[in-house]
């Protein structure tokens, strides 16, 4: 014998809305980012800190090969089947940009003796991701109010303190402190989290100049701006 049971509804979460949306780029040499322990720890800890995961977009600008790394780096050669059976599996590309020609240096501080040239790279990939996100802006009519650059290969703790972007003052242009160097003076570069008004500005003109050695060294530090 047959029984018909009524349907049961069950009401279906609304997403929370967006009180920022946040562009992640993430640029430099692959290295680790394969590697489940690093991806996973973007995906859990950066990622929904900042924002919930539906406002984010990940756009990336990276080399695959050490062929034009430093020698810190190791020795590697990967390429994009590998990315997208890992970490963008979880983190996938709104757009991406693979090995980048070496930038054009234009500025006068780049043919300074202490420039410190291996960094002219670094921010040159930074400067091509902010490309990447004006023309989805453009293409999509979306805009996004956080711009936070990152590197690939950094592995995120738990005890990572990070407010949700929305909380910060979008006045201000936010650079990390880590456990290491917490009486250091110096501001480390992996991370730079930026209102998306100052953007252009901050990596198209500020970022556009070589960071020189004499700004990172003595008792009376100058800006590069």
Known sequence: MLRVLPWLILPVAAEEACRARVAHCIVGHVRTFWQEAVYQSIADVLVPRASPPHC??????????????????????????LLWSTAWKILPPTKYLFDPPGPNPKHSSYHQPDCLFQCVHMFDKVRLCMDLVRKHESESGKTYQWILRSRPDLLWQDETVLPPLHELADTHIYMPITREHMKDTVCKDPVQIVPRNLADVFFDNIMDKCLLRRDMEGGDRKSVV
Do not use: P, Q
């Open 56 to 81: 984010a977009d990940f756009f990336y600008v990276l080399s695959l090969s050490s062929n034009s790394d430093t020698s810190k780096g190791g020795l590697y050669e990967y390429n994009d089947t």
